[in-house]
């Protein structure tokens, strides 16, 4: 429930004694719902008449979290100051959060019997794909993960071969580590494993901090390497658009076995799955999106969050929390190191790698021994555009092209135009539920907003005036694609973006595409800017990132130069030298040059002492109260009242200011801002604060929630 307390419960008159961690079923007033145990005492606040009993313990003796875990959240919840029941079931797989979730028994493996091998020995005649199947287990046992791969009828097969008795079911055995060598380390690689590695059984705080293709994903392997040769558990984070299988079937190559995997996107029961792996010690590697940080791991020796900067990491809504943070809290509960890698590191982390908080490994080298790309500022005044792009830049895209290399468009905007307006009247395209311009999806006929989802159809005539006068104004991937399409009819092109790779397995059919060579024209988003090695890629072209130098959101410069610093990452990465063209409208932008004269340090170096000069994060520590509802005036009145109740202390609570989108779906958002020197101080009145923020009268007319140490406004 969103409430933030937990509740006594008798324990119910059967032979399971209730233990931390284990699930219950309870009545919660007229429903049932599924509870966990978070701690058990011997007496209540309540009169014992009025407890309720606990109906049933789903999973008899077996606890659904472990105390190592249960801590953690207990500390989440206090952290976050947010309701215990949705931490807690933050963390359980779905499936485990409903009435008929049960913990599943450990997963089997196959292997062949006397039989099985015989009949493998004979021709296999008219059953081939049973053959296939025992073709499979000839080396060894195999899991039903590694037979679904052989075949998607892979269990009706399977039914058949057990029937035969050529196949004999057993409780699955931990995967067997079978490394392969990898390359000779440089010595930046070298001292950062032994740095690292030296501090396995103990907990440190370590940045990794390399430039793109430096050979991070190198150091991880040699200390994974490490602590499963020590017959430990590792988990392995990465952002959700990092998960592919390129990187799946590299660990899988180095290391010889398959790694569990898991992310939300994930059917329920594969989830549940790679949550009983990990709970049993059987899954020795563990891979994941964000929430594989609360995975049950009993030998858990080591954390690697891989592109700590990246933004998926901190959970937006419901529980709002920084898997980062977490991460370092619970390596320092385990006594475990973490590594937090990236070539952009946040200034959180930055702060507390210059302060000596954090081990500082810096790898500055690339590892295949290819160049940083140069950097090229296109003033974009007085320039004659197509589509977005300067001519200057097109010269420079088909000169390229003509050398039979690659050529990379970015620009972190999807769709054709990011506005459809009228130029008889004006008029432009508006979400009607947000403060947002629909983006016009020129192929669907559709207008999209990006914040909600809302569509409509585009308009033949515009709406106010009738006119047939409708045009776009800016540009989106759509529109690039459509462009270069045209200047280049011979070049194949290529788009990334959501809308292009939402099918299942685009996006590896586009990179192999991309790898199988020859010159092409790759288009894209982000999504084209984060770890894919795109080796004949020698031009990157920025189209435009200047929104974020004059943003009201001190964090978006930060955020540029990490962005610009991916993008740019992506050129050159093999023998050929890179080049990457950065158009803007302010060249002479200071913190844009330091970025590009003198590099991320020197860039991080100088925003970081910005903000140390405004007192802002990581210099100060905030806390937001935020607040919606459809109606301004309530949400206004809860956080005026808010404010009045706010305690005394260092700690000053500010506003109530518009959200940066002030409507979106409909609903109108405002905040408070709470800012303290010292994060002790902070938390002490939070603390207090939130206990009375219930009691208001205006807190029921709302939504509210805090978000401690936010990361948008
Ligand atoms: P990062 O994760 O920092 O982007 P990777 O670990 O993916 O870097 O390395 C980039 C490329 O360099 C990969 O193809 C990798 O196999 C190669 N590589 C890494 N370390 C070495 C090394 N010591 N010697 C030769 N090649 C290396
Ligand atoms: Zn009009
Ligand atoms: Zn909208």
């Known amino acids: 429930m969103p409430l933030r307390q937990v509740f006594d419960y008798l324990p119910a008159e059967n032979e399971t004694s209730p233990r931390p961690g284990m699930r219950v079923l309870v009545p919660f007033g007229r429903r049932k719902m599924v ?70 028994p450990l997963p089997l493996q196959y292997r062949l019997s006397v039989a099985g091998e015989e009949r493998l020995n ?44 050529w196949v004999c079911s057993e409780t699955q055995t931990a995967a067997q580590l079978n490394p392969v060598k990898g390359p000779v380390l440089l010595d930046e690689q070298q001292r950062a494993v032994a740095g690292i590695g030296n501090t396995l059984g103990d907990f440190h705080c370590h940045l990794l901090d390399g430039v793109t293709g430096s050979g991070k994903t190198e150091v991880y392997l040699c200390l994974l390497e490490q602590v499963l040769k020590k017959g430990g558990q590792a988990l392995l984070l990465v952002p959700e658009i990092g998960l592919t299988p390129q990187l799946l079937s590299r660990f899988k190559k180095r290391l010889g076995f398959e790694p569990v995997v898991t992310h939300s996107g994930l059917s329920e029961g594969r989830r549940l799955k790679a949550w009983a792996m990990a709970k049993s010690g059987l899954a020795r590697l563990v891979i994941g999106t964000r929430s594989a940080l609360f995975l049950p791991m009993p030998d858990l020796q080591l954390i690697i969050l891989d592109e700590e900067h990246d933004a998926s990491f901190k959970q937006q809504d419901g529980f709002r929390y920084s898997t980062r943070d977490v991460a370092v809290k619970r390596a320092a509960g385990l ?112 207008l999209l907003c990006h914040h909600c989802d809302s569509g409509a159809r585009v308009p033949v005539m515009c709406p106010e005036c009738g006119a047939d006068a409708l045009q776009g104004a800016g540009e989106g991937t759509e ?117 590009l004269s003198s590099g991320y340090e020197s860039f991080a170096r100088d925003i970081c002492a910005d903000r140390q000069t405004a007192c802002l994060p990581p210099f100060s520590f905030q806390a937001l109260l935020r607040s919606d509802a459809h109606d301004k005036g ?24 518009p959200a940066m989108m002030e409507r979106r779906s409909g609903r109108t958002r405002w905040y408070l801002l709470v800012q303290a020197d010292k994060r002790s101080t902070l938390h002490r009145q939070l603390e207090q604060w939130v206990s009375k923020l219930h009691k208001l009268a205006t807190a029921r007319k709302v939504r509210w929630a805090v978000d401690v140490d936010p990361q948008d406004y």
């Open 634 to 657: 309530d949400v206004r009145a809860f956080l005026e009242q808010a404010k009045q109740s706010f305690p005394g202390g260092e700690a000053l609570v500010y506003g109530p200011f």
């Open 479 to 595: 529109q690039l694609e459509q462009m270069l399409g045209e200047a280049f009819p011979e070049t194949p092109l290529l788009r990334f973006d959501r809308d292009t790779v939402r099918k299942k397995g685009e996006f590896e059919r586009l990179s192999e595409q991309v790898k199988s060579g020859g010159s092409c024209l790759l288009v894209g988003t982000q999504m084209l800017a984060k770890g894919h090695h795109f080796p004949q890629v020698t031009l990157v072209v920025i189209v435009n990132l200047d929104q974020a130098l004059y943003s009201a959101d001190f964090r978006a410069l930060e955020r540029m130069g990490q962005l610009m610093v991916q993008v740019a990452g992506r050129a050159g990465r093999d023998q050929l030298p890179g080049e990457v063209i950065l158009q803007t409208h302010y060249p002479r932008h200071e913190s844009l040059l330091t970025l």
């Open 35 to 104: 509870g966990v145990i978070v701690a058990v005492a011997d007496k209540s606040d309540l009169p014992l008449a009025r407890l309720a009993t606990v109906i049933a313990y789903p999973d008899d003796q077996q606890t659904a979290l472990s105390n190592e875990t249960l801590g953690l959240l207990k500390w989440c919840w206090r952290y976050y100051k947010h309701a215990p029941g949705e931490v807690v079931f933050n963390a359980l797989p779905p499936m485990l959060r409903k009435f008929d979730g049960r913990i599943p």
């Open 335 to 446: 006594a475990v190191p973490v590594v937090l890698g990236t070539a952009t590191p946040s200034l959180e982390t930055f702060n507390n790698a210059v302060s000596s908080r954090y081990h500082w490994h810096r790898l500055r080298q690339r590892a295949t021994g290819a160049t940083e790309p140069r950097w090229r500022v296109l003033d974009l005044i007085q320039q004659t555009m197509t589509g977005g792009i300067s001519a200057t830049a097109m010269q420079a895209i088909g000169e390229t092209l003509g050398k039979g290399e690659q050529v990379l468009v970015f620009l972190n905007r999807r769709g054709y135009a990011p506005v459809l307006l009228c130029h008889e009247c004006g008029w432009h395209a508006a979400c009607q539920r947000c403060d947002a311009n629909m983006t016009w999806h020129k192929a669907t006929r559709r």
């Open 122 to 165: 004979q021709p296999p005649g008219r059953i081939k794909a049973q053959i296939r199947l025992l073709e499979e287990m000839r080396a060894g046992p195999v899991t039903e993960l590694q037979l679904r791969a052989v075949s998607p009828a892979w269990r009706k097969t399977l039914a058949r071969l057990l029937d035969q008795q």
